[in-house]
Each structure stands twice: as C-alpha cells, then as structure tokens.
C-alpha cells in the first residue's frame, strides 16, 4: 500500500533503500565533509521522517477503525441497552447463542422453540451478503 505525495518515501523497499544510502551517506560524509553530500544525507533523513509520519498517521487510523468495529461486534448487556424497534438479533441466553426478535412496543424478546427465554446480552446480526446471479 502506498501514498502518492510527490517527494515523499511512501514504501516499505522505498523506506529501506533510504535507510541503506543513509548509512553509506553518513560513511562518505565523515571521510569527505562536502556540501553535497551533507545535503543528500539531509534531504534523505527529511524523507524517512515523511515515512514515519506516514506511518503513524496510518497506525492511529487503522487503530480508530479496529475500535469502531469492536464496538460494533460486542455483546451488549441488556443491563446496558435493548435492540430498537423490531430487530432480529443474537442473543445469549443461559449460556446459548440464538437468533431471536425483540419488540420494543411490548418489550418482548421472541425466540422460536424457547418458552421464557433469560436474555443476558445481544449484539447485532451480521450484514448479509451480496447474492451473485
């Protein structure tokens, strides 16, 4: 995966080779102290630090996304909250995963073959899939 921003290392390989002619370049610079080889070194280390932040940047929103679906996937107690509306969840009761309705009118959990189930906790089902033709 990469970031196309003109100038900026935005590869793994890209980051490595860097690192690589960074460390020749510091080696070249201690035996000649040119101008234009302080620069290349310079410009190099500016573009690795491009990487890095690249790099964080790309961590914490991957680590929003990770929470936003944790959030999404977890057993709700129903100490906490109730479905809304008519909804068809997963719930857990006495230790058993069923699939049931919940009619907040009535507030009244129905679970085929189950007389008076205890409901502790539910989450939402799952998104379908796309049927292909």
Known sequence: MTINIPGWTT??????????????????????????????VFY???????????MQGRIELLKARIAELEEERRWIPVSERLPENISN??????????????????SLWYVPFVDKPVVTHWM??????????
Do not use: F
């Open 44 to 54: 190099k280390t500016k573009a690795l630090k491009n990487y890095v932040g690249i």
């Open 11 to 40: 590869s793994k390989e890209e980051a490595d080779k860097l690192v690589d002619e960074l460390s020749e370049g510091c080696y070249e610079y201690g035996k000649d102290e040119s101008k234009e080889k302080m620069l290349d």
């Open 89 to 106: 969840v997963l719930i857990l009761s006495r230790g058993e995963q069923l699939i049931a309705s919940y009619h907040s009118k009535y």
């Open 124 to 133: 939402p089902l799952p998104e379908l899939p796309e049927v292909q033709e």
